[in-house]
């Protein structure tokens, strides 16, 4: 029967120090690599959720602007955004908006992004945006811009511009020809 010597070491499966650092080595570059593409997922959905915010305010607003009428209800004296006018909630119609700007960063936004109604737009962590209205009176639907404050068509651009310089624009071309003329 075989006796072991108080000299003698079992034989166990281990280790070494080489093996160890080697393991850490490749440890180390799957952490580096994995952490590469987080980051990139990150900033990845960032600029996905600053989209989303852009396209909210710059639907919110097209939508705003079409619901008003084409041209100026009869006894107004109602001023524009280009008259210095930047009430919203005063605005009677389409060509009222042309120059209105706003944004949703509070330090400096001249004119803080608000829904119609007043309330404060906050898009949560989504960073800042800034809205800026266009409107151009048109003779013809694909015709150029017409001087004077007149033409039976109108092109209407909103144009959104995140923190990180994304820029969402939204187009829509109104009229003032009746249905019936069209036929």
Not at 46 to 53: A, K, P, V
Not at 106 to 113: E, F, G, H, I, V
């Amino acid at each position: 029967m075989p006796t072991t010597s108080p000299t003698r070491r079992s034989r166990h499966p281990a280790f070494t120090l080489a093996e160890a650092l080697i393991a850490s080595v490749v440890l180390s570059m799957a952490v580096v690599g994995i952490s590469g593409v987080l980051v990139g997922a990150t900033a990845n959905a960032r600029r996905m959720s600053d989209y989303s915010g852009a396209q909210l305010l710059a639907r919110s607003m097209m939508e705003e602007i079409v619901a008003k009428p084409f041209t100026q209800p009869q006894n107004s004296s109602n001023s524009g955004c280009r008259d210095g006018n930047r009430d919203r909630s005063t605005y009677d119609n389409i060509a009222d908006y042309d120059g209105y700007q706003d944004s949703t960063d509070p330090t400096t936004a001249t004119t803080r992004a608000t829904t119609l109604s007043g309330t404060t737009i906050d898009l949560g962590n989504t960073g800042t945006f800034t809205r800026r209205v266009s409107f151009e009176y048109r003779n013809s639907p694909g015709g150029p811009a017409v001087a004077g404050g007149t033409g039976s068509f109108g092109l209407i651009t909103v144009t959104v511009t995140s923190s990180s310089g994304d820029t969402v624009t939204l187009y829509r071309l109104v009229s003032n020809v009746p249905l019936s003329r069209v036929n």
